[in-house]
């Protein structure tokens, strides 16, 4: 069974910064491309970053390019999102998706389908107070 597992959401002040991590079980680094996205109650599932297995290249939404950076660590298994200079519209629940067997990130986060993803995490909520 593929589970994958958040960590590090949490509440702070706008300009803080949180790392959130995704470790999944079941599969490995190896096995497709993981990606993070947002959501807020009610609104749609938004995109946020993504990084390729097969390449380590990554990809980002142009609300977070420059503040946020993903990463995989192969030693742990796991993958990271480091969000810097957090603004309240970051504030979201904070999903891990894998796209597997997909090691690929999609071409385009803003217009990739939910339905793509392989699997999910149970979420991590980012608070960011103004």
């Known amino acids: 069974e593929v589970q994958l597992e958040e960590s590090g959401g949490g509440l702070v002040q706008a300009g803080w910064s949180l790392r959130l991590s995704c470790a999944p079980s079941?599969?490995?680094?190896?096995?497709?491309?993981i990606g993070w996205f947002r959501q807020v109650p009610g609104n749609e599932l938004e995109g946020v970053s993504c990084?390729?297995?097969?390449?380590?290249?990554?990809i980002y939404a142009d609300s977070v390019k420059g503040r946020f950076t993903i990463s995989a660590d192969s030693t742990e298994n796991t993958v990271n999102l480091e969000m810097n200079m957090l603004k309240p519209e970051d504030t979201a629940v904070y999903y891990c998706a894998v796209f597997s067997p997909a090691l690929l990130c999609p071409a385009n986060l803003e217009e990739t389908n939910p339905s793509t993803v392989a699997y999910w995490g149970k979420g991590t909520l980012v608070t960011v107070s103004s």
């Open positions: 079941g599969l490995t680094m190896d096995d497709g491309a």
């Open positions: 990084i390729s297995s097969i390449d380590d290249s990554t």
